[in-house]
Every structure is written in C-alpha cells, then in structure tokens.
C-alpha cells in the first residue's frame, strides 16, 4: 500500500545550524504538503507542492518537491528556538493524504 | 485554529465502554478527516467525509466509526474502547481534495 517514509526521526541542533527532513513515497504523489507541529499543539499547515521538480522558499525555509515527485525536502537554514516543533509531510494520492512519521526538531539556544 | 473544534479536549475511559468524540467547523468545507496521532509513528487517516453522504475508511478504520451529522459536524465513535486505542486524535478539514488541511485542537483519548 502507499507509504510515505521520513527521516530522520529525531535531529538536535545548534541555534543557527542547518536542519533538513526528508520524505519519501512508495509511488508517485499528486502533490506533497507539509505541516509544523509545535510541542502540545496541532498541526499547522506550511506549504504545498504540486509540480516536477518544484522549489519554494518562506523565508529561512525551503521545500522542494523531486522531479519524479516521489520524494521532497524540507531545510531551514540557520535555525531558531522558534522553529523548535514537528515536522510531517503528507503526501496526496488516491483522495486521501499519506502523512510520514515526522521530524521532531529540537534547537538548543 | 478556533474554526475547527473539537470536544472533549481530554477523556479517560475504561475499557469497552462506548465513547464519541466531536468535531465541528465553521469553514464552510465539504471534505473533513480524523486522524490518530501515536509517538512515532506520524499521523494515520481513521475515516474521511466528502459530504454528508459520502464517508469512507481510512487505513485504520477497525474499532471506530463516524457519523456526518450535517456539513459542519463529524462524529467519531468507539464502540468498546480497548487500551490501544489510548492516542492523541485529530479533526482536520478541507475546501477540496488535496487542499490545505485545517486542524482542530485534539482529542487526548486515555483508555485504561
């Protein structure tokens, strides 16, 4: 069945280190989203990707979306303790959204 | 976001008894979702809704069921609660497939 895979599990990081996630799909997605959970919160919508090969950027954030969009990319760049939280992507297929299993993000001042 | 509701925030319950959890939403969407959330292992699709009378199962759908009491309002049920079913649920809801997902707050669900 469809699967989408993410790593890693955990990353600790320096305030003003680079972070990256990685997600991954069994077969090709329709379009992928991705999702920021904070510590006891829910989550909270970032970005969506549709096209081949797309990039976007949100300011120290940028996704990308793999030519065969079967997998993508999360990296934040010089980190913050505000970006401390969960990350999923969620990938849509088949009317239904596939969410990997989450990076969880912890930044030490 | 306070455009999708859910209630009880927090429950403790036994195991085999019946409990329903509720979700409503002021955003107009036709398309709503619960999802549970176990460390680890990211967020699984219960069942989804379309419209009113439109409503699936999602991977996980053994032991639960829904009810879409109108277009605003999606119910989940278990039926005879077990230990493993003690997580961290969700509502969610969408204006079309594929779109943005909107989150409630979440339902902590502890089944002893």
């Known amino acids: 069945g469809q699967q989408v895979m993410q790593i890693p599990q955990y990353q600790h990081v320096q305030e003003g280190e680079d972070f990256t996630t990685y997600c991954n799909s069994s077969?090709?997605?329709?379009?992928i989203q991705w999702y920021k959970q904070r510590p006891g919160g829910h989550p909270v919508f970032l970005i969506q990707?549709?096209?081949?090969?797309e990039v976007k950027k949100q300011k120290r954030l940028t996704f990308q979306f793999g030519e065969a969009k079967k997998n993508s990319s999360l990296h934040i760049t010089a980190t913050q303790t505000t970006d401390v939280g969960t990350y999923f992507c969620?990938?849509?297929?088949?009317?239904?959204?596939?969410f990997g299993s989450g990076t969880k993000l912890n930044v030490k001042p | 976001d306070a455009d999708v509701t859910q209630t009880p925030r927090n429950r403790i319950t036994k195991t085999g008894k019946r409990i329903m959890l509720e979700c409503s939403q002021t955003k107009g969407h036709d398309r709503m979702y619960w999802y549970r959330q176990d460390p680890g292992l990211g967020l699984r699709l219960i069942y989804y809704s379309f419209d009113v009378k439109d409503i699936n199962k999602g991977e996980i759908s053994d032991g639960y069921s829904v009810s879409r009491q109108a277009q605003a309002k999606f119910s989940l049920s278990l039926e005879s609660a077990i230990p493993n079913q003690t997580a961290l649920y969700f509502c969610?809801?969408?204006?079309?497939?594929?779109?943005?997902?909107?989150f409630g707050p979440g339902t902590r669900l502890t089944v002893l």
């Open positions: 969620a990938g849509y297929n088949f009317n239904k959204f596939y």
């Open positions: 969610a809801t969408s204006q079309m497939g594929g779109d943005t997902q909107y």
């Open positions: 077969t090709t997605l329709s379009n």
């Open positions: 990707l549709v096209k081949s090969g």
